[in-house]
């Protein structure tokens, strides 16, 4: 199917284990994105990748990290869950720096 | 520091009845805004930007410099509206896009 998935949809982990959240997308997009949304927080910047083999921290990239070894994939992993990261994760891609599509969200939950 | 500011969390309306939903915002040069909208079970979306100065399923939005604000407004709410809408600033490209807390418009019957 063409556009941007994400999966799983739903997560369910323990506090210190690695977990990856994977995102793929069809359209060739150079630039793709980690957001979480969180009530009262609206949704913010994790990282970012201009393309293949690039990759910057966004606003709050503290206990994440990122790869982007093929331009249609873009996994996000946490390297030791914290129940503050409990959260519904969007990945997004954008061919043109502005408008951004996004996939499904992934919601997580640390226990 | 840039900022988007959405005051209400929650809003209602009835059917017919216009909407309004606030969005202000902070950046001391040229802004790009965006509405993006997120539906029952739905994805994130983009609903307008304002550059293109379009309207989208009845919705517009004006960009206001004086007043940094970038409402988003629609004379006749329909049920349909009711969704989960983000006011969104781009200050240099999507990887430089900061988007507000979220209104949910619940449109009354």
């Known amino acids: 199917d063409a556009g941007i998935t994400q999966s799983p949809r739903y997560k369910i982990t323990e506090t210190g284990r690695q977990v990856t959240l994977m995102c793929h997308q069809t359209w060739s997009h150079s630039y793709m994105f980690w957001y979480r949304q969180d009530l009262g927080h609206g949704l913010r910047l994790i990282y970012y990748s201009a393309a293949a083999d690039i990759t910057d921290k966004g606003e709050v990239p503290d206990g994440y990290v990122v790869s982007r070894s093929k331009t249609e994939n873009f996994p996000l992993t946490l390297e030791s869950a914290t129940r503050s990261q409990t959260s519904v994760y969007f990945c997004?891609?954008?061919?043109?720096?502005?408008?951004?599509?996004f996939g499904q969200g992934t919601r997580l939950t640390v226990v | 520091a840039q900022r988007v500011t959405q005051p209400e969390k929650l809003l209602s309306v009835f059917k017919g009845a216009p909407v309004e939903l606030k969005c202000n915002y902070s950046y001391s040069g040229s802004p790009e805004l965006f509405w993006y909208v997120q539906y029952s079970r739905q994805r994130l979306q983009l609903l307008l930007r304002?550059?293109s100065r379009e309207s989208i399923k009845g919705f517009t939005a004006d960009l206001n410099k004086g007043e940094t604000s970038f409402h988003l407004k629609k004379p006749f709410a329909q049920e349909e509206d009711s969704a989960m809408y983000y006011c969104a600033l781009s200050v240099g490209g999507a990887n430089n896009l900061f988007f507000g807390t979220g209104t949910r418009l619940t449109v009354i019957p």
């Open positions: 304002h550059i």
């Open positions: 997004a891609s954008s061919p043109d720096r502005a408008e951004a599509f």
